[in-house]
């Protein structure tokens, strides 16, 4: 359709002097009568610069009996200079002075409304509308179940509470919190805890936009925490049963990541190798590239990091990839170009999403039993260029089988903050098992609850039958509510909300879950609490791990979940456990003599100790091997040489899994790594150093 010729003859002047101000406010004013005009001058601002058809079609024109009629109201606008037409690209663009004039016609609009006498809402949705006393009515029935009587007669209450508040702000957050005080006052506190508006106040947003993170992470972490934010309000209060609330807010358990705790999976495990066809994404992701199948390691080098971006969004602490590393050796035979084909899809996979901080994005199995010792070398070696590039590393290897000839380079990557996890068996990096008891391996594990057993040790006055009994007490409840969680994940994986888990590991089909209780604060509860000490500890703390296993064992069963276990891994719980019973109890001093402010999670080898003692390593073995859920190795390597670290890794080596750690400082001035010790920057000098292990 061709345009109509809108030019028009420049403004006739009168005695050499342009038309009177007066007159052409007069104009102006006649242009705002029409709210066709006052429309098409809306569109432009949020939509421009439009073409002809696109600005006609968008203001409701469509027929053809109407165009005359639009083209008059936009000749209008155009001799009033409020809209400009880009000949060149035969755009329209609302000027500064049409800007001026909605703005202006904005504000009549809303002082109208206001000297009319009637009471008008500002809603969430940007928009002023009449007060209505039905919505309220509405929202009661639908949102809180309330019975349609005591509706009626709470919206009475609220509408008179209204009219005597004579504000002339009256927005619909201001109504929503005088009908939650209204079902406050008369006892209906579970219809207000449904209808309460989840969200943050003005000053935590201000706060956290102000902050050290938001300057570390950027806006994408600020969304992030406060989406945590809102999801977790959303779990405590109107998700969970009121008993898991109430004892996870006493400290008595605790939900980690809470804020995707009742939406993700804890930690998922993908073999690439099944991927037959490719990751199938249907339609979901849209603007996201298809990955074919991967046959070899030029596809997985361009896929992996599509995938480990993907994924990472929906597991909530770890993703383990299997089948990556047999990729990348396809037909690729020299070392040097094993390890820079793998640094580079490391480093191009460094950008994806976390929502832990202390977990690994992703872990990449090393079959190291299945690969001679030049393969895993080039590995780790591509895998320390990673690592030597990046702070703070989250992507980490699980490495399985015999290690030995690659102690020096698991070193070498553990010193550049590398995570690396060693085996017998495959495991994430957090030490969480892929079975339980022998079942059948699980695509999905979850397992982000924990117990506080020093609260159970405190509270049972030194009695350890007791102290058993309250812990197998603990676990029944804590297992019904994972086993509920697991019922919402795998129906939101249903519905398609968690696609690209779904469709790489066609869980539905024949994939498998497991839940998991995490025991945390173990050997502070038997060791010091319960006095076990001096003598009979290990013992001790072996039947109250059985204890838990056969509780969990038999009530997974009750609840039809066969895949039912007890772990001891690390989440954030040790330290909120710590900082609550301190507070509770006053008992700080078990703390401060370990120097620490939180309570164990797993267990920590000393690499000089274990070099002429082995007995921590006996007890950690048997640990291992009690727990059927996973359990969380580390060997501290921070203050040893490197033939030290070597002999460390290969003493520890007889463990079924552990972490080498090295405690590094990251300062977050210029991003270099110091050692955890210095008081100040080795590199820039700044004071501002984040302390975290590698």
């Known amino acids: 359709m061709e345009q109509p010729n809108f030019d028009y003859p420049k403004e006739s002047k009168k005695g050499g002097v342009l038309e009177s101000a007066s007159k052409r406010v007069r104009m102006i004013f006649s242009v705002m009568a029409s709210p066709n005009r006052i429309d098409i001058l809306r569109i432009l601002n949020t939509k421009g610069p439009l073409t002809y058809s696109e600005l006609k079609a968008l203001a409701g024109f469509k027929s053809k009996k109407e165009s005359g009629k639009f083209a008059y109201h936009l000749r209008k606008l155009l001799r009033q200079l409020l809209v400009a037409l880009n000949k060149a690209e035969r755009r329209y663009t609302i000027t500064n002075l049409g800007k001026l004039v909605l703005s202006l016609a904005r504000q009549i609009e809303e002082r109208s409304i206001i000297e009319s006498g009637k009471m008008y809402v500002r809603t969430s949705r940007h928009t002023i509308e009449e007060f209505n006393s039905h919505k309220i009515i509405q929202s009661l029935v639908r949102e809180a179940n309330l019975p349609l009587e005591q509706a009626h007669k709470i919206t009475e209450e609220v509408e008179n509470k209204i009219y005597k508040f004579q504000t002339a702000y009256l927005t619909s957050s201001l109504i929503r919190e005088t009908v939650n005080s209204v079902l406050i006052e008369h006892g209906h506190e579970e219809y207000r805890n449904k209808l309460a508006r989840l969200g943050l106040p003005p000053s935590e947003i201000i706060e956290m936009l102000s902050s050290e993170e938001a300057g570390r992470n950027g806006i994408d972490g600020v969304m992030s925490r406060t989406a945590g934010s809102v999801f977790s309000e959303h779990l405590v209060f109107n998700t969970l049963p009121k008993d898991i609330a109430d004892m996870h807010l006493a400290g008595e358990i605790n939900i980690s990541n809470s804020g995707v705790w009742g939406m993700l999976p804890d930690t998922i495990f993908i073999d690439v190798s099944e991927l037959e066809d490719g990751l199938d994404l249907k339609g979901r992701f849209l603007s996201v590239a298809r990955l074919p199948a991967i046959k070899g390691s030029d596809d997985i080098i361009s896929a992996l990091p599509a995938m480990i971006s993907l994924l990472s969004r929906e597991a909530s602490t770890e993703v383990v990839l299997e089948g990556v590393v047999p990729a990348l050796l396809k037909n690729v035979k020299d070392p040097e170009d094993i390890a820079s084909r793998f640094a580079r899809a490391l480093v191009a996979s460094s950008a994806a999403p976390s929502y832990s901080s202390g977990m690994p994005v992703a872990t990449i199995a090393v079959p190291a039993d299945s690969l001679d010792a ?26 399985t089988g015999k290690t030995k000839d690659s102690l020096d380079h698991i070193a070498a990557c553990v010193r550049s903050g590398g995570m690396i996890s060693i085996g017998s068996s495959l495991r994430a990096n957090s030490g969480m ?12 594990t979850l397992h982000s609850l924990s117990i506080n057993l020093p609260r159970l040790a405190y509270e049972s006055n030194k009695d350890e039958t007791y102290f058993r009994a309250k812990l197998a007490l603990m676990i029944k409840p804590s297992l019904a509510a994972m086993s509920m969680r697991k019922k919402t ?5 249903k519905k398609g909300l968690i696609p690209a888990f779904a469709s790489s590991t066609q869980m539905m089909q024949r994939g498998t879950s497991s839940i998991v209780i995490n025991l945390t604060g173990a050997r502070e509860s038997v060791y010091n609490i319960l006095g076990h000490e001096s003598s009979g500890g290990a013992e001790v703390l072996q039947k109250v791990l059985k204890t838990a296993v056969d509780v969990a064992g038999a009530q997974g069963k009750q609840l039809g979940e066969e895949a039912a276990g007890i772990a001891m891994i690390s989440d954030d719980s040790g330290t909120r456990f710590a900082s609550i019973d301190s507070d509770k109890y ?30 921590a390593i006996l007890e950690c073995t048997a640990i291992d091997r009690q727990l059927n859920g996973g359990f969380a190795a580390g060997l501290d390597l921070t203050d040893l040489s490197p033939a030290e670290a070597k002999s460390a890794i290969e003493a520890a080596s007889e463990l079924p899994f552990f972490r080498p750690r090295v405690r590094l400082a990251i300062c977050t001035t210029c991003g270099k790594r110091s050692k955890a010790a210095a008081d100040k920057c080795e590199s820039c000098k700044s004071p501002h150093r984040l302390a975290v292990y590698s």
């Open 374 to 399: 030049k393969q895993v070398n080039a590995i780790l070696d591509g895998y320390r260029k990673y690592a030597d590039a990046t702070p703070i590393p989250r992507i980490g290897l699980a490495l």
């Open 433 to 444: 098992r892929k079975s339980v008891s022998g079942k059948t391996a699980a695509a999905m």
């Open 489 to 493: 994940i795998v129906d939101y994986v």
């Open 586 to 615: 006053g008992k700080v001093s078990l703390l401060q003599s370990q120097n620490t402010a939180s309570y164990s999670q797993g267990m920590t080898l000393n690499g000089k100790e274990i070099l002429s003692d082995k007995a």
